[in-house]
């Protein structure tokens, strides 16, 4: 598949080098060419220098006969500009990122397609929705649906005291239980588990269960799933904003903001919601808005380390459910270790919904990006392929990739050695980063 993707910014070059590991042929365009020779000399893809609006640069990028053409500058306005000029050269389809919720109103959106814009992802819904995610299932760090709810993907971290924690794999085996430990995040590594391996205080263990089951592992983690009412956040953003119109009255709402200005516009826009003029950092404030009996506390301030920072600070006053926006891709891995609930990257998650995009045009590969350095793939399992032709323990599968579950006949189902895998199976894989490809010829 040909694919064009206009603007080397973060969003951008993340979603470049995933595609580029998928064998797609991509070019990325973008005016700084020093940006376009790191992509160029590090991964296998082609670069065009050049305004992303200019009709001579995107006719040399092939956007003539590309099946995806992707706009993720940080500009909206070019960005829609861009699409129109992609599909009127003969773009399959093409989106654009925008900055404005209402760009993404159903009732506009005949309008977008009229003008070659086919569709949009706005990064902020994308974080509401982590966000609204978060808070009702508290007691995970992250919590995927796959094939519509039939298996669900949990990421847990064990506290001391989890009767999991000490346990080897070989040893769950043994017993009756309706889930599959399909990787283990230590210490900044993922780890495809085997027989051998031991479940570790502090280990983010992910799980893969069905609908029924996902329950039972709370307390097997130790966890407790509380209810969540009482909601400070920090920053006025326009994540903040969408939250509350999301929300509705599901949640009572406190915003903080030291700038009395973005309050005034946060009491319009968030009517429902209490508007403090007050700086999060600042503990004193934060007792006065009363952090020692609140549920939730959402830090979305520009600074990435001051969202950690200050989600710390909440759970030294007991806040049970924390969740920080960290924008710096290179502090994900270290906020993910600390006593952080859930971590929210509007870079990562618009990247992984165009990625989405992409694979539901080919329906017999979709995923799930649960981690930065693995991958979930669901895939299906061709007649007489490799994978049908023995129980899955007489497949000599790799150490780098473990089969989690299926959906067959629109049910999901878990797996175990003795399970044989039948053409049609929708099967659930997880893998590390960069081996899917190898994974894939077992099915084919």
Known sequence: MKIVIAGCGEVGSHLAKLLSREEQDITVVDEDSAKLAVLDSNYNLLTCQGRPTSFKTLRQAGVEG????????????????????????????????????????????TFFSSIGNDDMIYPEYLAAQEIITALQHNWVRHW????????????????????????????????????????????????????????????????????DNVNNLIPLCGKTERRIRDVIIMGGSRIAMQLCAMAGE??????????????????????????????????DALRDAGIAD??????????????????????????????????????????????????????????????????????????????????VAEIVAREDSKITRAPIKDLKLSRYMTIAGLIRDGKGQLVNGNTVIEPGDRVVVFTLDGVIHKVEKLFS
Do not use: W
């Open 66 to 109: 590309c099946d995806l053409f992707i706009a993720v500058t940080p500009f909206e306005t070019r960005n829609i500009v861009a699409c129109a000029i992609a599909k009127s050269l003969g773009a399959e389809k093409t989106v654009a990122r925008v900055d404005n919720a209402e760009f993404k109103s159903a009732d506009n959106r």
């Open 294 to 375: 609140t549920d939730a506390f959402i830090a979305l301030a520009d600074s990435s380390e001051s969202n950690i920072l200050t989600c710390l600070t909440a759970k030294e006053f007991g806040v049970i459910k924390t969740i920080a926006e960290v924008e710096n891709l290179q502090f994900i891995s270290e906020a993910e270790g600390l006593n952080i609930g859930t971590i929210v990257n509007k870079k990562l998650l618009a990247s992984s919904r165009i990625f989405q995009m992409l694979l539901d045009r080919d329906t017999s590969t979709s995923k799930c990006l649960a981690l930065a350095d693995a991958e």
């Open 144 to 211: 995927f649906e796959l094939h519509d709810g039939e298996l669900i993907l949990v990421g847990v971290k064990l506290r001391d005291g989890a009767p999991l924690v000490g346990m080897k794999l070989s040893e769950l085996g043994m017993k009756s239980h309706d889930f599959h430990v399909a990787a283990i995040k230590r210490n900044h590594e993922t780890i495809i588990p085997g027989g051998d391996d031991r479940i570790e205080i502090n280990d983010i263990v992910y799980f893969m269960t069905t609908r």
């Open 250 to 283: 599901k949640y009572r709402f406190k915003i903080l903001d030291p700038d009395r200005n973005v309050c005034l516009k946060l009491s319009e826009r968030c009517p429902d919601a209490l508007i403090i003029n007050a700086d999060a950092r600042d503990t």
